[in-house]
């Protein structure tokens, strides 16, 4: 596609659900980032993927988080039982290239924990 | 002290003022350096890409000093349409670690 696909837009869950966010990244780029985004701070880093491995995970905040890319396209981040802390906008990016190279954004999809 | 700090700002400019943000961070790893911008509940989009002292791009300059680990942003001649919050990334990649790491931002608005 012409950029990167973030789905669904809006989530809203019940405490304890469990939620899936998928990002298509643009066609043939090597690498995948997810980020969290609460309101009015930075993206903070939640995991990285070079083609289907994934190379640092450093950043997701509690074992209730899993992500996967299993054919090195397109990625799911899976929220277990989450909590209201959870609440927050979930970024994906995607680059051509695996050393430093600007990074394309997706639009996010927006999580609300209630 | 954390990886990446900015002035969260906001700084409020004329129309046709020249503004400048400085970054710094703490990893000297880092081995190149991004300035995005994000618009309110908008994703951060690319701005300008910084590998070696400096770089520039139209009224846009981005400066690298590595010995004080900061990056500064300077935009001249601003517009309405600059208003936004901008983001300072450095990239690093180190053993088990490939991270763009990104400071809270800085709040700008061009007033008329």
């Known amino acids: 596609g012409a950029g990167v696909s973030q789905s669904p837009r809006y989530k809203v869950a019940k405490r304890g659900q469990d939620v899936a966010l998928r990002c298509d990244p643009i066609?043939?780029?090597?690498?995948l980032f997810w980020y969290q985004q609460a309101l009015g701070q930075g993206p903070e880093f939640l995991t990285y993927?070079?083609?289907?491995?994934?190379?640092?995970k450093s950043g997701l905040p509690s074992d209730r988080f899993f992500a996967e890319r299993p054919e090195g396209s397109v990625s799911t981040l899976k929220i277990q039982r989450t909590q209201q802390e959870d609440s927050a906008v979930y970024l994906c990016?995607?680059?051509?290239?695996?050393?430093?190279?600007?990074?394309?954004f997706g639009s996010g999809t927006r999580l609300t924990v209630v | 002290r954390k990886e990446v700090e900015q002035d969260p700002g906001p700084f409020n400019v004329p129309e046709g003022a020249t503004v400048a943000f400085n970054c710094t961070y703490s990893?000297?790893?880092?081995?190149?350096f991004f300035w995005y911008r994000q618009d309110c509940r908008k994703e951060p989009k690319l701005l300008m890409s910084?590998?070696?002292s400096g770089n520039e791009d139209g009224r846009f300059t981005a400066q690298l000093n590595r010995a004080s680990q900061y990056i500064s942003l300077l935009i001249r001649d601003s517009k309405l349409s600059d208003s936004a919050t901008y983001l300072c990334a450095p990239w690093v990649v180190g053993a088990g670690s490939y991270q763009l790491t990104f400071g809270k931002g800085t709040k700008l608005s061009v007033i008329p």
């Open positions: 910084v590998y070696s």
């Open positions: 990016a995607s680059s051509p290239r695996t050393e430093n190279y600007g990074y394309t």
């Open positions: 993927f070079q083609n289907e491995a994934q190379l640092d």
């Open positions: 066609s043939g780029h090597v690498s």
């Open positions: 990893n000297s790893a880092s081995q190149s």
